[in-house]
């Protein structure tokens, strides 16, 4: 269930990313959500950890529905800037007693009002040490960003701080969302320059309303290309156009990309498994 030897036996795949409820009251509904997309045979899903660390409990029972009652390889993703080293080393066992391998490393967001102390992990670095310390056996994957993280002072610090985490022993990356291919491979050149050799799987967010993409961008600090912009424009006050045109776009990234070397991209469904099929639908004859 190791998931960088997974993909590497595909020619091609898809993943895909949800994110578990935040609320008791909404678990029924998340759980068929991702149960639906797991029909979908992807690859792998990773389920993420909500801000903070809010829903660390739903996000080891979720990844634990969908690998025991699906059969899709899960990744959790697990986040360090809020929790004690005692608090990462529960999670860690908790997980690990699940049958869970695969784990995505973040420092994760600072909370509002949130005061860092000398004891808290501070980076991303020290959560893939803390990890491979306490078992070696965990597959870890880490973040990257081709629009440059947005704490970082420019690209090249934060390539830097990339091959440190890499050498750290992270098995492969996931990106940021990012919506223009040639920024992308832009990145990895320089990704390969710096001796950043592990596998990249390139991160792709289908946009269906203009809504969204407004959060999306004030949340992760991507830039749109004008192409996009123009989509926007022209599509974005008709739901069902505006959800058209987003899925086409992400589809046309994805082609891009295998056309290109990429073997695995991985999908953020946003727990929509009607916008999850679309996108398989479109390439069902790339990836038979």
């Not at 360090?80 to 994760?108: M, P, V, W, Y």
């Not at 290109?260 to 398989?280: D, E, W």
């Amino acid at each position: 269930m190791k998931i960088g030897k997974l993909v590497e036996e595909k020619q091609y795949s898809v993943s895909f990313e949800v994110f578990p409820p935040k609320t008791e009251d909404v678990r029924e509904s998340v759980e068929q959500a991702a149960r639906e997309i797991a029909a979908l045979m992807p690859a792998f899903m990773s389920v993420t950890y909500g801000a903070g660390g809010g829903t660390s409990e739903y996000t080891a029972a979720l990844a634990e529905d969908i690998q025991n009652n699906t059969g899709v390889p899960v990744m959790a993703h697990l986040t360090c800037i809020t929790s004690s080293r005692d608090d990462i080393r529960a999670q860690l066992e908790k997980l690990r007693s699940k049958g869970i391998e695969n784990i995505l490393a973040l420092r994760g967001d600072i909370p509002d009002g949130f005061a860092l102390k000398e004891q808290n992990y501070h980076h991303a670095i020290e959560l893939v040490r803390e990890i491979k310390a306490f078992d070696p056996g965990f597959c870890v994957a880490g973040a990257c960003y081709p629009d440059t993280h947005p704490e970082a002072p420019n690209q090249k610090e934060d390539v830097r701080h990339l091959k440190e985490k890499t050498d750290a022993g992270m098995d492969f990356l996931i990106t940021q969302m990012f919506f223009d291919n040639p920024v992308f491979y832009s990145y990895m050149y320089k990704l390969r320059e710096a001796g950043i050799t592990v596998p990249v799987h390139p991160g792709i967010m289908p946009i269906v309303n203009a809504k969204q993409m407004k959060r999306t961008l004030k949340l992760s600090g991507t830039t749109l290309p004008e192409r996009f912009h123009r989509i926007l424009d022209t599509f974005g006050e008709t739901p069902e156009a505006m959800r058209q045109a987003g899925i086409a776009y992400a589809t046309d990234q994805i082609i891009d990309l295998f056309a290109n070397g990429f073997r695995t991209v991985h999908v953020y469904s946003m727990n929509n498994p009607q916008v999850a099929k679309a996108i398989l639908d479109n390439l069902s004859e790339i990836l038979a």
